[in-house]
C-alpha cells in the first residue's frame, strides 16, 4: 500500500544578503526539516544525518575540485571539534548557543567548481 508524506517547513524572514540567507536555510534544514523527516520516516535522526552527510561528500568528490573538497573536509573536521568542545565547555559557546566556529564556508565557496549537479 502506497504511502505519501507531506512535510512543510518555514523560513521566517529571510535576509537579503545571499550569505545569511544560505546560513539561515542551513539553520532550518538542521532545526526543522531533518528532525521531522526522520520522525515523519520513522527512522533515527542520527543515522538520517549521517546518510546525508556521506551522500553530500559524494556529491562533492563529483562536483567539486579535489583542492575544495579537502578544505570542505578540513572545514567539517573544525566544526565535529568544535561542537565536541561546546559539549564539553558550554561557557565557551557564543551568546546563541553554538559553538564558536574557526572556521568560516566563505573560504572554499570561491574553490567550488563551476560544475551543478
Known amino acids: 500500500m502506497a504511502r505519501d508524506c507531506k512535510i512543510e517547513f518555514l523560513i521566517q524572514n529571510p535576509p537579503d544578503?545571499?550569505?545569511?540567507?544560505?546560513e539561515k536555510l542551513v539553520e532550518t534544514?538542521?532545526?526543522q526539516l531533518i528532525p521531522r523527516m526522520a520522525e515523519t520516516m520513522d527512522i533515527k535522526e542520527d543515522e538520517l544525518v549521517a546518510r546525508l552527510m556521506?551522500?553530500?561528500a559524494h556529491v562533492i568528490g563529483v562536483t567539486h575540485t579535489a583542492d575544495s573538497a579537502l578544505?570542505?573536509?578540513?572545514m567539517l573536521s573544525d566544526a565535529m571539534v568544535s561542537g565536541q568542545q561546546a559539549v564539553l565547555?558550554?561557557?565557551?559557546a557564543t551568546e546563541d548557543g553554538t559553538a564558536s566556529a574557526e572556521y568560516d564556508p566563505e573560504?572554499?565557496?570561491?574553490?567550488c567548481s563551476s560544475v551543478r549537479h
Do not use: F, G
Request: proline share 4%; hydrophobic share 45%; no cysteine.
Open 89 to 92: 565547555n558550554p561557557e565557551a
Open 107 to 111: 573560504d572554499w565557496i570561491d574553490q
Open 29 to 31: 534544514l538542521i532545526d
Open 71 to 74: 578544505s570542505m573536509i578540513a
Open 54 to 56: 556521506v551522500e553530500l
Open 17 to 22: 544578503d545571499e550569505h545569511e540567507r544560505a
